[in-house]
């Protein structure tokens, strides 16, 4: 007999994918789904699927996390039509009233996750004063990089392979862990591509005008400093709405500094 959705047998398993992604470490949350351990089969494809889009994201595919991300949020729009959505150019989830339960959880998650990229997407777009426009990409995927991998110790120390499906990913962090110019050059265009999808590439002439590695980390923590507690979304987040531990770590030594 299928089980229904909205009353999944809960395992051990499944709490721990959900809690690992909760707190961004896609990692233990690919490790958890490859293991069969997850008891509800549509909420292991759906979290499974979370954390691929946050494995793009981690590794400066910003484009391709968005695509992801509305690609779970549509199957859960066809297998819970209660669920409500927002209209964009993706399928993305508001959040029905708070209750218990991992289904909850999930739809939460993919709203955290919609929602920060739906800001990202808008402070991309934005033309601040007082800095080139290809610096502010810039800038801007540095924070990404610093609050995703630099200061997520679940990314940052630990092996680079991903799940057998998406190799290029762990080349892709591992590009941006050498700290290589290439990789944050290529980080910041997929961003400004976000809005703008046929903006050009960033050339290693904006990379040097911000002083490269160590003037572009000092540029990002000022951004940080300047923005709200995370999570950072584009509307406002409920109380029991956790962060990510990297997007924390990088928030507080910005505040610190």
């Keep these: 007999m299928r089980r229904s959705s909205a009353t999944p047998t809960i395992a051990a398993g499944d709490l721990e994918a959900i809690g690992a992604l909760e707190s961004g470490n896609w990692r233990t949350a690919l490790r958890v789904l490859g293991t069969g351990r997850v008891a509800d089969a549509y909420l292991g494809a759906n979290l499974r699927t979370v954390a691929r889009a946050m494995a793009f994201r981690a590794a400066g595919e910003h484009g391709r996390a968005w695509e992801t ?3 779970a949020a549509a199957g859960i729009a066809r297998h819970q039509p209660g669920v409500p959505v927002v209209p964009t150019d993706v399928v993305r989830l508001a959040l029905p009233p708070e209750h218990a339960g ?8 993919i709203w955290r996750e919609q929602s920060e990229l739906s800001n990202l997407r808008s402070l991309a777009a934005d033309r601040p004063s007082g800095m080139p426009p290809d610096r502010h990409i810039l800038v801007l995927a540095f924070v990404e990089y610093l609050s995703w991998l630099e200061l997520d110790l679940d990314t940052s120390l ?3 392979a991903t799940d057998e499906g998406r190799p290029l990913v762990g080349q892709q962090l591992s590009e941006l862990r050498d700290r290589r110019r290439e990789g944050f050059l290529r980080s910041a265009t997929d ?11 960033m050339t290693k002439t904006v990379w040097g005008r911000a002083g490269g590695y160590h003037g572009l980390r000092r540029l990002a923590l000022l951004e940080l400093a300047e923005r709200p ?8 987040a409920p109380a029991s709405c956790p962060a990510r531990t990297g997007a924390r770590m990088a928030w ?6």
């Design 229 to 236: 507690e995370p999570p950072w979304t584009d509307s406002p």
């Design 69 to 71: 991300l509305g690609a």
């Design 191 to 201: 961003l400004r591509q976000l809005p703008l999808p046929r903006a050009g590439t």
């Design 158 to 160: 630990t092996e680079l």
């Design 102 to 109: 991992p289904a909850f959880r999930m739809i939460r998650l």
């Design 252 to 257: 507080m030594l910005a505040q610190a500094a």
